[in-house]
Structures are given as C-alpha cells and as structure tokens.
C-alpha cells in the first residue's frame, strides 16, 4: 500500500472512530498525513490545527481533548519533532486524556544507519500504548488513556488524488460496565475529597451522604456546598483531628493539608481509583474502589460544623484582602466565569490562590474548570487552554496564569493567519518571578542571598512587547479593573496582563494563617 493510501485509510479510520479535530506540525515525512488531513479539514469531517511547534501542537491536541473528552491525534514528521511531543504525552498518561500521537517515521530498514532524521521512535514514551499498524487503532479508541501510532512511510510520499476522503461509519465500543460500588454507612466522621477531573460523583455522595466536601478547583465538584478554605480547616481547625474516615476522588494535588490527610494511618480512606491517582503511597487502612455509596445520611451536626467553620475562616481571610493582592485577582476571575463558561488555570501559585477563596458555584449551570494536573506543569498551558477553548461552545473562555506559565509557553502564541482561533481572555497575573517559592521552605530569610537567582528567576520581559510580536492583543490592567475588563466581549485572543505584588507574599500567607487560627479558636 502506499503512503498516500495508508494515510487516506488512516485518516478516514479516524473519523469512524469519532475524531473531529487533529493537529499537524508539518514535515516531509509526514507529507501524506498532511494532504489526507487537509482533504478531510475542506470535507468538514476532521477540523485541522497546524502548529510549526510540535510541542506547542501536542499541548494543543491535549487541550482539545481534555475538554472535549474525545481523542485528538497530533501528526508530526519524524526525529526530533516525535521527541517534542513528550511533555504533552506524559501530562496526557497522568492525567488520563486520549492524546493520539501520530508520528512519521522513516521505513525500518533505515534504523541504525546514518539516514536524515532517522532514530528509533517505537515506544518512545514510556507507559503510553504503542502501535506500529493502523488497523489495530480501534484499541486507541473509546478509552481515557494516551496512544502512540507510529506510521513507517516509503516513498514516494506524494501521489496526485482526485477522489474524496471516504466518511468513515461511525464505530461502536463496549461499555465499561456497570461499576461495582462500595456501600458505606453512616457513623464515622466523614469528608469527601475531591482531587482534579473528580467529576459530580463526589458532589453527589457528598450531598446525598450529608458530608463535607473538601473540592478543588478543577475537580469538576466545587459546586453546590463545597467549602471554601477547607485546607486552612485542616490546618487550623480542631474539626481536622475529628475526621474518621476519608472518600476520595480524582487526582488530589494541590495542597500539602490535603496530602497529610490522605496519608494519615489511623483512619479509614476510600479512594475511588488506583494507586495512579492516590498521592501517596497507600497503606493497609486505604481500599481502592470503583464506586461508592451510601447507606444513609449521616448526623447533619458534623456537616454543619464545617460549614460554620468555613465561613469564619473565609471571613477571616477576605478582610486582608485589600483589592491588589493576588486572591483578590483570583476571587475576580472565580467570579467572572458565566454559566456554560470555561475557566483553564494554570499551575503553581494561580489554582492555588483560586482554591482559596473560589466561591462554589451553582449546581447546573455546565460551567467547565480544567487544568493540568497530571504533572502540573508550566509548559504547554497556553496552548492547552486555547485548544480547550476551540473544543468547547462558552459563554466566555478565560486562561488564568502566571507570568512564568505565560512565557513558558508563548509559542503557544504563534498561530497562522488562516488557522481557527477561539474568543479567549488570557489574564496574567505578573509578579515578574515564581512567587510560590516564597511560600514554601526555600523561601525563608537563611535563603535570601541565593532566593532571587535560583527560584524567583525574575526576567523583566516585555509581555506586551511579546503579545505583539506574536499579533496578540495585550492590555495592562489593574485588579480593581479586572472585573471590568472580563465582562467586555472578546474578538480572537486578547492577554490581560495585571501587576501583583511578590514582596509581601510570604508575609501574607503568614498573616492569613494566623487570622484563620484565630477565627476558628473556640
């Protein structure tokens, strides 16, 4: 079969298999892709993204997919460009999105030979499947897990074809099944984590259960009664020793309260999941489910006290913010997302500071708050949000980042004028340096000669300059602005770039915790 042929069949097995976007960084080896992609983005049957960066490509077919929830193949030649796709590939297989890699590849005989851009690419990403025949693709198919197809093609690599991509009859998969729950009675002191892409379940059981939930930010859970400041409870609050048992969902990652107490040995932990996304590693008291539920609703006095709890805490909290610190620019973006909305936040201190002060939302209202928590990451953010952002009809797409994230992942930036786009905010928070270390150990006085150059990295780049080198529209605002700005309609890709203060931020963190100490003393 020639190359022209395997990638027409290809590309045609893709669209049975329900693919509706790909992504192509363009090559010579992979030339046949290309065309077959083209001939299928003029068809209307696979939307085509062309990114010249194959890292910024793979991130941008994560996006796509996390939010989508549906696979998404990124095509690259062979190489290097096979080698860019790692960053994406790894977030994808710990965060579970069905990412395709689709690479190029010179034909096997040429292996171990001095040939152009030629290495070995099988199984180049460890823990990822691996295919080398496209008729075994359907096993990519229907799953939350990442795959690597790599697609040996000879010459010649360019055919003349007058003929149409065929539209592929649309596949059918098997079901996972019903799955088998754990029924938990009521009586233990309970409270439900949940951890990123958790989903409704854990809202639901804890709802129906009459427990609190402790949800963060991109769980897909702070809803309805979630708590607010629930790691400034388990830190402070005397309710934190009284916990009895522990449901946990999703990939918890956010905070050390959080991991301290999924790594308690006293008490009973249920995790929903496997040791992949349980942070720690587990002990004889923790069970692994694929469900749970519950056999009644539990004493509302315990669910109340949390929720008393919670609002002296957040009260505490909200009266040290003056308007310009980094939680009031989070709170004012928590706000800013509408019903049918789509918030992507970024690593580091951004979904930190969200999960601090972010406000549940209410119950139905289809709003979609993802990142990527796999490995949580800088890189690739932005090319994830816009791809986040292509995949999905919003009221209003917003990216919340830091100024390293920003600049991370600029190229992410760098989109062809023909290319699709989103209307997508992204807002900056610019404290010119990775402020989150300051917070932590590395940040304290014996480290003050040596903080600025080894963490703090600040780089006194021109975002705006930037943001016009790439044709981007760029706005300096302050945070008393901020809100005003996010209600305004957006036209293509705007960045927002807001000036935050990173001197005080050890100092703040000290007094915040400190105020909620003192909130929540009997």
Known sequence: MSATTTARELVRSLHQFGVREAVLSPGSRSGPLALALAAADQQRLIRLHVRVDEREAGFLALGLAKASRKPVPVVTTSGTAVANLHPAMLEALHARVPLIAITADRPSRLRGTGANQTTDQQQIFPGVRFLDDPDDLITFMGRDRPGHLNLELDEPLVEPVSEPIEAGRPATYEDGGTRRAIILEPGPRTVVVAGDDAKQPARILARDAGWPLLAEPSSGSRNGEALVAYRMLLAHSPLAEQIERVVSFGHATISRPVTQLLSRTDIEIVHVGTQETFPIPAGQNVRFAEAVDHAGEDDPAWLAAWHDAD????????????????????????????????????????????????????????????????????????????????????????AYVGDLTFLHGSNGLLI?????????????????????????????????????????????????????AYGIQHRRVEPADLAAALEEDVAGIRVLEVPVDRAGRRDLTARIGAAVRAALQP
Not at 317 to 324: P, R, S
Not at 439 to 448: C, I, K, N
């Open 311 to 398: 609002a002296k805490a957040t009260a505490a909290i909200d009266a040290l913010l003056d308007g310009t610190t980094p939680y009031d620019v989070a709170r004012t973006i928590n706000a800013a997302v509408p019903p049918e909305g789509l918030l992507f936040i970024g690593s580091s201190n951004p979904i930190r500071d969200l999960d601090l002060v972010a406000r549940p939302y209410t119950v139905g209202e289809r709003r979609l708050i993802i990142a990527n928590r796999g490995l949580a990451g800088i890189d690739g953010t932005l090319s994830s949000a816009i791809g986040a952002a292509l995949a999905r009809t919003s009221s209003r797409s917003i």
């Open 416 to 468: 062809g004028p023909g290319e699709p786009r989103p209307d997508l905010t992204i807002v900056v928070a610019n404290d010119d340096g990775g402020s989150i270390f300051s917070t932590l150990e590395q940040g304290a006085p014996e480290y003050a000669a040596t903080f600025e150059r080894v963490y703090a990295t600040p780089t006194g780049a021109d975002i705006a300059a930037l943001c016009g």
